[in-house]
């Protein structure tokens, strides 16, 4: 087996590494501290601009507005942006709905949401999670009651990333209360301007405003808008689920963060020598960066695989599962590292890192939840993956 990437990958890695270099300023902070919400106009310039060079949808079909190119070379892109903290990119739209439309999704559907993701118009949200309802998706409650040619939808959706910045939300609702648990469910495009909505915001604890709750009071959808068949949808929705876990971005961040310690283990003694000469540490980076590397794989193996037409199930969840946990593992290790500075925040005068370990380290404990818990992952790896019997 080659790991090597082709002449021409690495020619495309170097593109992209330029052309972030030249679109971020030079004090860029970025950091994992959501400058979508900061300054979302910039994000939405640099989103137009890698459109425009034909990179934010490139393993796309050539018909859908996509150039054909490998998903490794998609995930090249990705890991880079995400190295470099780089905001412009939209994954629900890009990485989750998407592919699943391509399977799914009428002509008309395919037509009309296509080609604005690929252009880099519109954002998406995903409503999947519910205030009642999280690991055990199939038990949510969202109703949507048939009323001629429309949906009338109500309930509500939590954790919905981006929400406030989106234009449409690709939603899971019950259609059929009377059908067992897991039947009954349909995936519904929804424009997030319909009358009825009310997005709430959550600042979670590392003070960030990446999550909202999503209301809906009789909001009115069309019923042309459902995703494959009506009361099929769980389907849908898990499929989806396999496109959103097989990011390389918790490689990337944890890489980042690591070299970043590295860096800060070079320049900072204790007892007259450099942390880094400390055994402990020495040994804790090296495990990291295995670590790290490992998850990298991974991920490139999942990219691999939907490139060559498959739709990676167990894979997928070893990927999501080992690489937010190393992220939680790189996080920790960076916090013992830094000692009790790690836990001042960016605005203190002497906050290593200017704060972004600690921040990332309580953004980390998200990671074993959202898009399936670790606890899931494992289930899933050892159903489909290991044969074995449902515990």
Known sequence: MDFRFSAEDEAFRQQVRD???QELPPDWEGGGRYPEEDDWDFTKQLRTKMADKGWLTMHWPEEYGGHSASQVRSAIFSEELTYNRTPGRD?????????????????EQKRTHLPPVARGEIQWCQG??????????????TRAVADGDEFVINGSKIWTSMAHRADWIMLLTRTDPDAPKHRGISFILVDMKSPGIQVRPIINMA????????IFDNVRVPRSNVVGEENRGWYVAVTLLDFERSGIDYSANGRRLL???LRYAGETKSNGKPLSQIPWVRNALADRFIECEVARLMAYNVAYMQGQGLV?????????????EAVQHV?????????????????EKWAPLKGRMQENWMSAFSGTIAAGTSEVQRNIIASRGLGLPRG
């Open 19 to 21: 052309f972030i270099a």
């Open 91 to 107: 994954i629900f739209g890009v990485r989750m709905l998407g592919p699943t439309l391509m399977l799914y999704g009428s002509d």
């Open 128 to 141: 999947y999670s519910e205030p009642e309802s999280g690991s055990d998706l199939a038990s949510l409650s």
């Open 207 to 214: 003070n960030r405003h990446e999550f909202n709750e999503v």
């Open 259 to 261: 070299d970043e310690t």
């Open 312 to 324: 990676p199930n167990k894979e997928a969840s070893m990927s999501k599962v080992f690489g937010s």
């Open 331 to 347: 996080t920790k290790t960076g916090m013992e590292i830094l000692g009790m500075y790690g836990i001042l925040n960016r605005d």
